[in-house]
């Protein structure tokens, strides 16, 4: 099993790699423990487990703000843009993984970097559940 989540995080990073322009990192996550199962940084002083960590309690504190709110909604992802940066965290359908990504504002299309995460959230808690 751990060679084939292994094989699976490796997959998809090299897909991200190749997919979205201007990618400075990407992570994937567990929500519960915080713990990354793999991570890619195009940018050597950019750490995506301590970004992806930090932003571990981002999603939890919206989850709770969304229950707090009696919302029935799920969140489909969370964005914060910097002034040179986008970051999009992607949360799973199960809300136990998400998917973090950082990505050069002038070079990324946001659209297109929502489609690519949706894509692969549901392959994510599949392959990681």
Same mark, same amino acid.
């Given at each position: 099993m751990?060679?084939q989540?292994? !094989?699976?995080?490796?997959?998809?990073?090299d897909? =991200?790699k190749?997919e979205?322009?201007?990618?400075i990192? +990407?992570? =994937? +996550?567990?929500?519960k423990?915080?713990?990354?199962?793999g991570?890619f940084?195009?940018?050597?002083? @950019?750490d995506p487990?301590l970004a992806?960590?930090y932003n571990?309690?981002? +999603?939890?504190?919206?989850?709770?703000?969304?229950?707090?709110?009696?919302l029935? !909604?799920? *969140?489909? !992802?969370? %964005?914060?843009t910097?002034?040179?940066? *986008?970051h999009?965290?992607? +949360?799973?359908?199960?809300?136990k @993984? @998400?998917?973090y %990504?950082?990505?050069?504002?002038?070079?990324?299309n946001?659209?297109?970097?929502?489609?690519i995460?949706?894509?692969?959230?549901?392959? *994510?808690?599949?392959?990681?559940a």
């Amino acid at each position: 099993m751990a060679t084939q989540t292994t !094989d699976f995080v490796g997959e998809f990073i090299d897909q =991200i790699k190749s997919e979205v322009h201007g990618l400075i990192a +990407v992570s =994937i +996550v567990e929500l519960k423990t915080g713990m990354t199962f793999g991570s890619f940084s195009a940018v050597k002083s @950019f750490d995506p487990e301590l970004a992806s960590a930090y932003n571990v309690e981002v +999603v939890k504190a919206k989850l709770n703000a969304v229950e707090a709110l009696g919302l029935s !909604d799920q *969140i489909e !992802d969370i %964005l914060i843009t910097l002034t040179n940066q *986008i970051h999009l965290i992607k +949360v799973a359908p199960n809300q136990k @993984f @998400f998917i973090y %990504l950082a990505a050069d504002s002038s070079k990324a299309n946001l659209g297109m970097a929502r489609v690519i995460l949706r894509k692969y959230s549901e392959e *994510i808690e599949k392959n990681l559940a």
